[in-house]
């Protein structure tokens, strides 16, 4: 057993439920991961793992096993990356997730310079609306938007955001332009349906203004919901790092600048713990520039 990659291929069938599972999270053959597995087996003289119709799933030996093979791995790759950041390398697999249109438009160029510059990181991403437990989901670390609800992640603010309400000339043309946000109720309007919460929410003053909004059409993608406004189908209540670039080349208009939304942080969360991998150090550090530097996401006027 003096191979980590077999701890490594039995640790990931594990996790993942299956050998074909495993080998495609690793970059392997599934024949492989099966070779290493056995080759843990016969080293220990017991069988680790349960095969059935339904899946894998350890022994009693193997759940023994597994809890010492994740802190070995894990005390490897710290070993690792100690070692290579003297010699000013970045090594390793980052995984990452965050929103899909925030991950597309302003985190995408983040991740392809640090692969660019960096031949030994590799970069698994997961783009999904969804909020992914970074413990179970065994991730370096996530972007998020809006306030975390696991207060024991660390956390690095990158921005602060907030929500912009556009239509299209077309559009107010037909319809009419709102003057308050009352006014909504009047409209058709473009409905995200993986908000938190049913209404739109909007500031007159020191005051939080709810407005319930009512529409044919709804989508759980912010760019969808962009292109939707922009063709004219009703009003939307987008981020500002999906309709500021629109808004500033005159394609929708901001509606309502005196009743802003309420702000929203943008942030880069990580798992707890004191140890921080040099690849999750060169990720936060080109976020915290990139976001910095971003005209499309503030809290200033369009």
């Not at 994740?70 to 710290?78: G, M, S």
């Not at 946000?181 to 003053?205: K, T, V």
């Not at 942080?265 to 990139?290: W, Y």
Request: include cysteine; glycine fraction near 10%.
């Amino acid at each position: 057993m003096d191979d980590p990659e077999d701890l490594r291929a039995f640790v990931e069938v594990v996790h993942s439920g299956g050998f074909s599972r495993a080998a495609g999270l690793l970059g392997v053959s599934k024949s492989m991961v099966s070779r290493r597995v056995s080759h843990l087996e016969d080293g220990l003289g017991t069988r680790l793992l349960d095969r059935n119709t339904r899946g894998v799933r350890p022994t009693a030996a193997g759940e023994e096993l597994l809890v010492r093979a994740e802190r070995i791995l894990a005390e490897y790759e710290e070993a690792r990356e100690a070692v290579s950041a003297r010699g000013g390398r970045v090594i390793g697999t980052l995984r990452v997730t965050a929103p899909i249109s925030l991950g597309v438009l302003h985190v995408v160029p983040v991740l392809g310079r640090l692969a660019a510059e960096n031949p030994g990181l590799h970069v698994d991403v997961d783009f999904s609306d969804g909020v992914e437990d970074l413990i179970q989901g065994r991730y370096d670390a996530a972007i998020r938007a809006g306030t975390p609800r696991d207060s024991s992640l660390v956390i690095r603010r990158l921005a602060s955001a907030r929500g912009l309400l556009v239509g299209s000339r077309a559009y107010l043309d037909g319809a009419g332009w709102p003057r308050e946000p009352r006014d909504l109720a009047q409209h058709e309007c473009l409905i995200y349906g993986n908000a938190p919460s049913s209404d739109w929410r909007f500031m007159a003053g020191d005051d939080l203004v709810l407005v319930r909004p009512r529409g044919r059409i709804v989508t759980n993608n912010g760019e969808a919901q962009l292109q939707w406004a922009i063709d004219g189908l009703g009003l939307a209540l987008l981020p500002d790092f999906i309709a500021r670039k629109a808004v500033r080349d005159g394609v929708l208009e901001h509606l309502l600048p005196e009743y802003p939304t309420p702000e929203f942080p943008i942030s880069v969360i990580r798992p707890p713990g004191a140890f921080v991998p040099a690849k999750v150090r060169v990720l936060i550090d080109a976020l915290v520039e990139a976001f910095s530097a971003c005209p499309d996401i503030g809290t200033e006027p369009v």
